[in-house]
């Protein structure tokens, strides 16, 4: 066997050795680097520590939520939730007389079951709950919301985050607006709402007539003032009635009825929209003007005068310039200036006294109606003349009929033209005046009883 020298074998090991030497030198100056970089972030002074001590914020941001209202923990960068894709202005009170300082608004959240209703400049506190926005109390959430009107009247959104430390030192106190989605009105009654149902319901049959045409000649100051409205005829729960209104007018619902008031904030009111000539706009609010119906009317047609003046009243003569005697039904009888007549299913019957007379006026009473309005000379004769009205006095039809002869006795008044008989008015409110009349009239009966 053969063996090596001492000298050799150390000469083997010292060539060994600065091989591993030289592979350990590159390995320890790698580690020394990264030791160092490490050591020199971990270096903070007093100064630093003190002010990010100072803005560590004591609100837990994870417990907002995720979605828009996802928060950065830096607070001198804290982005502002973007609410667009959450609130949604569903409604707000359109009624006319809706005070702008006190608007009601219903405000819808994504997700959410229930609208949220709010005033004008309330405040609302809001946070995350199954990762959709919910209402809370102000010491729950930092965050709120504000509607207001901008220039337009038009309901935007102000948004703010109001966030303090334990020791109550302001961390967030931000500010801004948002212009949230469109307003949604929806065309439908307020839901289990019986009595606006029941409002709606009593507008949507009532029956559109013109004008009333009897107002045009005997309105008078009282009723005068009722030319050329439009007429809504009622059922009614015990009778019908009727309304006389013009474009831009409103009514209430009250006591079961639909009535003008100038009073209106307390009830469902209604406001006449437009008039045409064949079509009536209505829109009905409910008490709070979150909810609205509109409605519309057509025209209904007259059944136009049937009757003829000159074979009604035949026998026509003059006793005076306001009395007549003629024959009616067959019968004899005498009209004074001013008497009215209407047509009945019986035939024509004289009103005799003011509670016939309203009754006629307030359609209680219906026919075809008939004005003596006086004798007239025309060509040297005397003329009866009159107005005949159809029977919702749509139309009207002037009547002149000649007078077969002068009376034998002598004649009193004068044989001027005269005037058109009295106002409906002076019909309701002269008992006095028109018993003297009836007596005189009487006289006159008497007289061509007489003489025939």
Known sequence: MKCSSPVFVCGKLNLLNKILLLLTLPISLVFATKIFFMAEQEIVTPKQYEGNRNNTPHFNYQSIGGGPLALETKVQNFPFPNLGEEIIFLRKNTRPDAPLHNLNLHIGLRGGDEPILATLGQKLFLSYVQNHLSPTRASDSPLWIKPYLNELEEPELEVGL????????????????????????????????????????????????????????????FFGKFVGMERLEFNGQDSPYFLHVKEGDTLIWDNERWQQSD???PYPMAKLLRVSPY????????????????????????????????????????????????????????????????????????????REVERVVHFELRGELCVFDG???????????????????????????????????KE?????????GTSIRDRLSSPHKQLSQQHTAEEYRQQATTES
């Open 412 to 420: 009193r008044g004068s044989t001027s033209p005269t005037k058109r």
């Open 263 to 265: 009073e209106t904030t």
């Open 279 to 354: 079509s009536m706009g209505w829109r009905i609010w409910d008490r709070e003007g979150l909810e609205w119906v509109e409605i519309t009317h057509s025209k209904e047609e007259s059944e136009g005068i049937f009757s003829s003046a000159e074979t009604t009243f035949t026998q026509v003569r003059k006793r005076s310039a306001s009395f007549v005697s003629c024959q009616v039904n067959d019968k004899k009888v005498t009209l004074k200036k001013g008497d009215w007549l209407i047509l009945t299913p019986t035939g024509w019957h004289l009103l005799k006294t003011p």
């Open 375 to 409: 004798v007239e000379q025309m060509d040297g004769k005397p003329v009866f003349r009159g107005t005949l009205f159809d029977k919702m006095r749509v139309q009207m039809h002037r009547v002149m009929i000649p007078c077969s002869r002068i009376s034998k006795g």
């Open 162 to 221: 109001d966030l303090t430390s334990k020791s109550g030192e302001s961390l967030i106190d931000e500010v801004s607006t948002f212009s949230i989605g469109h307003i949604h009105e929806r065309d439908a009654p307020l839901k289990g709402d019986s009595i606006l149902a029941q409002g709606i319901r009593e507008l949507r049959q009532a029956r559109w007539w013109a004008p009333d045409r009897l107002f045009e000649i005997y309105g008078g100051e």
